[in-house]
């Protein structure tokens, strides 16, 4: 079975009001980054969409970088 990765520049006007990024792994969002609180605090929403559509779980796009940072290096 292929797993088909797409990456979707959206604004769901019911969800933010600024550019989102989303990304697909199979039609499903796995990954959404918003810019809700500014362009310096970017947000990435991990997981499927729970059954009332928010994502599982949010946290600072910076903070994520770091950890796949640490987890390459080791540092």
């Known amino acids: ?3 088909s990765l797409e990456i979707v520049w959206s604004s769901a006007m019911d ?7 989303e ?6 969002p796995v ?5 809700e ?3 310096d605090n970017l ?3 991990l997981g499927g969409p729970e059954l009332d559509g928010r994502m599982a779980r949010k946290v600072s796009l910076d ?6 940072k640490t987890m390459t290096t080791g540092k």
């Open 15 to 21: 969800e933010y009001e600024n550019l989102t990024l």
């Open 43 to 45: 947000e990435a929403e």
């Open 37 to 39: 609180r500014g362009r």
């Open 63 to 68: 903070d994520l970088i770091d950890i796949r």
């Open 1 to 3: 079975m292929k797993n």
């Open 31 to 35: 990954v959404r980054v918003n810019e």
């Open 23 to 28: 990304i697909l792994l199979d039609g499903y």
